[in-house]
């Protein structure tokens, strides 16, 4: 609860809310552009980490059954990571989702962890089903810009640090899958707030 820009103000991109002073609209506008550069940056970084454990992983992975059920063929997109033969020799389709805990704060109260969960629960029912009738799994992999993770998100890490485990000598590279990820997350939360100070300070 740290200020960070003078005054509020209108958001300058959507036009349909207050640009806080403490920042909070700068991290779930999905109009501004480091929403998507956070995103993206996180998936990146769990690339990274997969590749540095030896399993194999494609980044925007064209598949031809992701989409909207509500919406149809029309809103077909590629998976946000694609891990080879990772469950019973099926390829799993990761779908990352970033989400701001504080959305919603005034009527539901907080409980920490309870924005990433309920977002997972979101994908999982817009995805899921799509992927099992493709022979693929889906996992879901939801965190919260505070830092949490859901269930499915640390089961998936979990697995890929008894990996890095397997395969790793040194004490130091055995704790590097959650520290790593968590740093991307925050990094990426960094960028949308600074990317808003040079339109305050002109």
């Known amino acids: 609860m740290i200020p960070m820009y003078p005054e509020d103000e209108t958001c300058p991109i959507c036009r349909k809310a207050c640009m806080d002073k403490y920042g909070e609209h700068a991290l779930h506008c999905k109009e501004l552009p480091g929403f998507k550069y ?3 940056w996180v998936r990146d970084v769990l690339w990274d980490i997969l590749r540095r454990a030896g399993i194999s992983a494609k980044k925007e992975a064209p598949v031809n059954f992701l989409t909207d059920p509500m919406e149809g063929r029309s809103t077909l997109r590629p998976a946000d990571l694609l891990v080879f033969g990772w469950a019973r ?9 970033g989400v701001s805990p504080l959305v919603g704060l005034r009527e539901n109260g907080f409980v920490a962890g309870q924005a990433a ?17 493709n022979q693929h799994v889906f996992v879901p992999f939801a965190f919260d810009t505070f830092g949490s993770l859901a269930p499915e998100a640390i089961q998936f890490l979990t697995r890929v640090q008894r990996v890095v485990h ?3 000598s040194t004490p130091r590279g055995r704790d590097f899958v959650f520290g790593r990820l968590g740093f991307a997350i925050q990094k990426g939360v ?13």
């Open 38 to 40: 956070r995103h993206d």
């Open 166 to 168: 397997n395969n790793c």
């Open 89 to 97: 020799g099926k390829h799993a389709c990761v779908d990352l989702t």
């Open 190 to 202: 960094a960028a949308q707030l600074v990317a808003r100070l040079p339109h305050i300070l002109m």
């Open 117 to 133: 969960r309920k977002a997972e629960s979101k994908k999982v029912d817009k995805h899921a089903k799509a992927c099992a009738e």
